[in-house]
């Protein structure tokens, strides 16, 4: 191991009050638990919109807040999918995931996201937590066995899992539903009911034979699922309303899979089979408590990760956000929560909870709507995508971050566009907040070399109003992103940047070239420079990269927006080594005005964002017809 994984946060919670002044509040515990990405390939722009971007804004903000804040995540390896692809693809599944989990680390550390710990789900410390939930929730009796059919493809003689069989939902009628899932109907099946089943691997009718697995016993957790999201207040209304819908109609949902690849059954008889594995969808949620065990064991404190998990003691006020697109919502609104339940023996069949105690539930599960790409669905197959990686290659970070932010699928399907990315790059970012930084920096480096002072003869009432349109913004922005509306808040912090733009335009420094109205110029340069420094501040969880840029142009020094590191670390209980994402983020910008110091060098500017060229449009559109 290279070094070790850092804990972020602070000691205390500032905020700002209601009229603008700081106020001290106590500081919470934070789990930003953000949606595994699968390891079969690399991710898209469409992937990060739901799980990535959001997420990094929220724990940024909470961590300038002051609040102590655990961000956790990793790449999701076992399952069906892994193997299949890697059997075509002539490797070992291991292979094929060490392959993707690096790509997928480098896209996400590309994009700036602030994981304190990026891991994985083949590390040896998730497989024993995964099997410890599992065999707690077996004494307490919501894991059951049971016989069911389960398919195999007649050619081949293996096991199709759920996913991969698709047909005509027998609910609704959708004629691509899969077996586990109808995506058009969001219930969930079984591929016995689909009509008209076919293997999506090779288009034959599969056989159901009789096969014993074990089951979720979802009906006996309904009325405890029921009570809790009766408590929750505040969530996205289409959150809310479609995980209450499914508690309609819960049935017993399988646990174990007819596989070689995942984790084993924890239980004697099925240990060392090696045909029966853990479900994938049942390890991966898991991921969220397993990584938080490593982070404190990597931490130096094995029991640090109880202050955000504990029912009881230290983390029983602790906050958690689970962020991800709206396809895995009843993962993380019914699954998971009843995972947790069944584990801390609250459900009808009661029970003890296991060795790491009674298990907090999610505090809001914070779910966005689909992105499109020019219209249509992105589809990898029909090469309509365009991955992190090479988006970062030819575009800035922060570029790709603020369109997400600023026009991404929050709480509506949203289509992206090389003509929208192309407007908001050049009009938005490049002309509105480029521009600002760009030339109130370039006038007084030039007239004074430094941040001029304020004249003595005090502030207008232009000065003053402009001053506090951005002490405002605090609140206001930071209110914003902490209840999860970041579209209001970047645009909210934008108007900060209208407003100055509009003071300069108005206040014209430019014109006062005689001697006498220097001073004059250095107090209107002197506030747009406040103001600017404030604005930076409001958006830097948007775009932490330029956000340092802004800083170190006004004269900064240090870390204002610390960035993820990648390290390579051994596997704490011998298994190979691998890379995550960690990062300290103990240093940087808090959530409020700092004033800027009178006499600080200034130099001539770079612009802090690049101008696209309107050819972009027709090249990229180009690429993707190709």
Not at 246 to 260: G, S, V
């Amino acid at each position: 191991m290279v070094g070790p994984v850092r804990r972020s946060g602070t000691p205390h919670w500032f905020a700002n009050a209601p009229d603008g002044s700081l106020g001290s509040l106590l500081m919470s515990h934070v789990l930003a638990a953000v949606a595994w990405p699968y390891a079969n390939g690399p991710r898209h722009i469409g992937h990060v919109s739901g799980f990535g971007v959001p997420s990094d804004v929220f724990a940024r903000y909470m961590r300038m807040a002051g609040h102590d804040v655990l961000m956790v995540s990793g790449t999701d390896e076992h399952g069906t999918p892994i193997q299949v692809q890697a059997d075509a693809d002539g490797v070992t599944p291991r292979e094929l995931a060490d392959r993707y989990n690096r790509v997928i680390v480098e896209d996400l550390h590309g994009l700036g996201l602030s994981y304190d710990l990026f891991t994985r789900t083949t590390t040896r410390n998730h497989y024993a937590v995964v099997q410890e939930l599992f065999e707690g929730m077996y004494r307490n009796g919501y894991i059951v066995p049971k016989t069911t059919m389960g398919a195999i493809s007649p050619s081949t003689g293996r096991t199709l899992p759920d996913r991969y069989i698709e047909g005509t939902c027998p609910i609704c009628g959708y004629d691509s539903a899969r077996g586990d899932q109808c995506d058009n109907c969001g219930n969930q099946l079984d591929p016995i009911d689909l009509i008209n089943p076919k293997s999506r691997i090779n288009g034959e009718t599969p056989k159901f034979v009789e096969t014993e697995h074990f089951f979720l016993d979802l009906p006996a957790l309904a009325e405890v699922l029921r009570q809790w999201l009766d408590t929750r207040e505040g969530w996205r209304p289409n959150v809310l309303r479609f995980s209450r819908n499914l508690l309609d109609d819960l049935q017993p949902r399988a646990i174990t899979r007819d596989l070689e690849w995942g984790v084993p059954i924890p239980l004697d008889g099925w240990r060392d089979r090696p045909d029966k594995r853990i479900y994938v969808w049942f390890d991966a949620v898991i991921g969220y408590l397993s990584a938080s065990i490593e982070w404190a064991r990597r931490s130096g404190d094995p029991d640090a990760w109880r202050k955000y998990w504990s029912a009881d003691g230290a983390g029983k006020d602790a906050q958690s956000y689970y962020f991800m697109g709206k396809d895995n919502i009843v993962f993380h609104s019914v699954i998971w929560p009843a995972l947790l339940s069944g584990y801390s023996g609250e459900g009808s069949r009661d029970g003890e909870p296991g060795e790491l105690g009674r298990l907090n539930l999610p505090t809001e599960v914070v779910s966005s709507e689909y992105l499109t790409m020019e219209g249509r669905k992105f589809s990898s197959s029909r090469k309509v995508v365009i991955y992190v990686r090479d988006f970062l290659e030819r575009y800035d970070a922060d570029a790709l971050r603020y369109f997400i932010a600023a026009a991404g699928p929050e709480s509506n399907d949203t289509d992206f566009t090389w003509a929208e990315f192309l407007r908001r790059n050049n009009d938005e970012l490049v002309a509105g907040w480029g521009n600002l930084v760009n030339r109130c920096v370039s006038m007084a480096a030039k007239n004074f070399g430094v941040i001029p002072p304020v004249d003595p003869a005090g502030l207008t009432e232009a000065d003053e109003a402009l001053l506090a349109v951005a002490r405002t913004g605090f609140t206001t922005v930071g209110d914003l992103i902490g209840r999860h509306r970041q579209k209001q808040a970047i645009g909210e912090a934008m108007k900060v940047v209208a407003e100055a733009n509009r003071y300069l335009s108005e206040q014209a420094p430019w014109k006062l070239k005689d001697e006498a109205d220097k001073p004059r110029m250095g107090t209107i340069l002197h506030v747009a420079l406040q103001v600017i420094s404030d604005a930076n501040t409001l958006l830097t969880p948007f775009l932490p990269h330029s956000a340092q840029q802004v800083h170190e142009l006004l004269g900064g020094t240090g870390v204002h927006a610390p960035m993820p590191v990648i390290e390579q670390v051994d596997d704490l209980d011998g298994g190979p080594a691998y890379p995550v994402l960690t990062g300290d983020y103990t240093v940087g910008a808090r959530w409020e005005s700092v004033s800027i110091e009178a006499g600080r060098p200034l130099a001539a500017p770079k612009p802090v964002f690049r101008k696209l060229d309107p050819s972009i449009v027709d090249e990229e559109l180009a690429r993707l017809a190709d």
